[in-house]
């Protein structure tokens, strides 16, 4: 793995996304991309009488705005020299902007191999607003996207969930998970859960034989659950073994799929999950 771009707020949540990467990145190959997005303080002076807010222009207003600034960029530069003296390829990023369009930006110019996104639910990286930027980014992204709940405090990732339904064609995903388990020294298992409202439209075993076809994957590695909810399956069998990674692919839909027929499972994990959750995104 070439390039990890870590959006950072320099939050608990950051730290535990520069934490992950870290596990994942090699040392002497892995550059570690850190961004600070930063968005600089205008005043809306149309919630003051008079649309007028003292300051605004003025020399404590803009030696404020500077100071915030300097501050913010000194953070940028520490948690860079800080993974520097830990023996990590690193490159700062100051990116003006929104952590949607700053996360686009860097992805066009340095074409990373993974993203790691620290979510807080509470208005952070990740909200908790379907459709959110941040939340399009760990959906869209046209690379991996690692997301890092605030209940989770990455260490190995060893046990390994990849949920599944089985209904389409994912062996080119699977191909990056195994290099990345063989990297990380971690055991997968394939989950699907069955369940009422979650269409079954292809035969399971057409996909099943297909992977046993291209991978070292053995019957006990393939595991079905029965529960009303996907989602709630998939979290009860991931707290069930102790995974500490879960991974599912995120793929491009139709208006009709994604509306009237299967609401995007993934989506909602990516909101609520407290399990680390490594989204692929698998074209149609």
């Excluded at 997301?147 to 995903?173: C, H, L």
């Excluded at 990297?183 to 297909?210: A, F, M, R, V, W």
């Excluded at 995007?264 to 149609?284: C, E, G, M, N, Y």
Aim: net charge negative; charged share 25%; glycine share 6%.
């Amino acid at each position: 793995m070439n390039r990890i771009l870590i959006p950072i707020d320099f939050s608990e949540n950051a730290k535990r996304a520069l934490s992950a990467a870290k596990t994942i990145s090699e040392k002497e190959v892995t550059e570690l991309l850190i961004l600070h997005a930063y968005q600089p303080y205008i005043a809306d002076v149309n919630l003051t009488p008079g649309g007028v807010l003292p300051g605004i222009g003025g020399s404590d207003f803009l030696n404020m705005t500077t100071e915030l600034e300097d501050e913010f960029h000194k953070k940028l530069e520490d948690y860079a020299d800080e993974l520097r003296a830990e023996g990590y390829k690193v490159r700062p990023l100051w990116i003006l902007g929104s952590v949607h369009s700053a996360v686009e930006e860097a992805i066009e110019e340095y074409n990373p191999n993974l993203i790691v996104i620290g979510r807080t639910g509470t208005g952070g990286f990740l909200d908790k607003l379907i459709g959110s930027s941040a939340t399009q980014i760990a959906l869209h992204s046209k690379c991996p996207v690692l997301v890092i709940p605030p209940q989770s405090t990455p260490g190995k990732f060893s046990k390994v969930v990849y949920a599944t339904q089985f209904e389409y064609d994912e062996n080119d995903i699977l191909r990056e998970v195994f290099v990345l388990l063989n990297h990380l020294g971690g055991n997968l298992t394939l989950l699907k859960i069955q369940s009422d409202t979650q269409p079954n439209i292809q035969s399971d075993n057409q996909y099943i034989s297909e992977i046993k076809e291209n991978f070292a994957i053995t019957d006990d590695q393939i595991v079905f659950r029965k529960s009303n909810h996907v989602l709630d399956g998939i979290e009860e069998y991931c707290d069930e073994v102790g995974a500490d990674l879960l991974i599912m692919s995120s793929r491009e839909r139709s208006f009709i799929e994604e509306f009237l027929i299967n609401p995007s499972v993934t989506r909602k994990l990516i909101i609520d999950t407290h399990v680390p959750l490594l989204v692929f995104h698998l074209k149609s």
